[in-house]
C-alpha cells in the first residue's frame, strides 16, 4: 500500500476512534444526568409545606418555587423570617395588593435573638384572631422561633422540641433551644405574660 493510503486509512481509524469514544462520553453524560435529577427530583423538597402548631398559628416552608399565593390564601398576618436576598421583597410585593398583613423579621438560622421573640410576641399580641403564617425557606428558623416562644411559655425544650420536630430535625433543634434557654437564662430574659 501506498503511504498516502496507509495515511488516509490511519485517519479513518482515528476519526472513527474519536466519534466512538465521542459518542460514548454523551450517552455516558446524558445517563449521569437523568440520575441526578431523578435523584435530585426524588429528595427535592415541595414548593410549600405546612405545619399547624396551634390552633391559629402555622409553620410554614416556602422555599423559591412556591407560588406564594396558594400557601396565603386563608391567612390574615403572614410572618416571613428570611432575608431580602432570599426573597422577601419579592413576597412583599406579590402581598402589596392583598389583605393580608406581611411582616418582616429577618432571623438567623441559629438561635432566635431577644428582639426577634420580642416581635413575635408582639404579633401574637396584635392580632388575636388572625390565622397566621410563621415561615422560612426551609423550615429550620420558624420551627426554632415557634421552639423558643413554646420555652418561653414554660414548656420543656423536649416537648418544644417534639413539636416542630416535622421541620427541624429533633437533635440540631433542641441544640439552638438549648442554646437559646442558656442565653435568655444568662441575660435573665423576661418570659412574656401569657396571652
Known sequence: MSTRLISIVRTLTDLAAFSWTLASLVLLSSVSTAVAEESTTATKTPPIQLLQVDERV??????????????????????????????????????????????????????????????????????????????????????????????DLGTSVDEAVAQVSDFFPAKQAKRHIVRYEQERQKKAIVKPADR
Do not use: C
Open 58 to 151: 402555622y409553620l410554614g416552608i416556602l422555599n423559591r418555587d412556591a407560588d406564594t399565593s396558594l400557601a396565603l390564601r386563608d391567612f390574615g398576618v403572614v410572618v416571613d423570617l428570611r432575608y431580602p436576598y432570599e426573597g422577601a421583597y419579592t413576597e412583599l410585593a406579590k402581598l402589596r395588593r392583598s389583605s393580608v398583613q406581611y411582616i418582616n423579621i429577618p432571623t438567623s438560622s441559629s438561635f432566635p435573638s431577644r428582639n426577634n421573640m420580642e416581635a413575635l410576641e408582639k404579633i401574637l399580641t396584635d392580632f388575636p384572631t388572625e390565622k397566621i403564617l410563621i415561615h422560612d425557606s426551609n423550615g429550620h428558623r420558624s420551627a426554632t422561633l415557634w421552639a423558643a416562644h413554646l420555652v
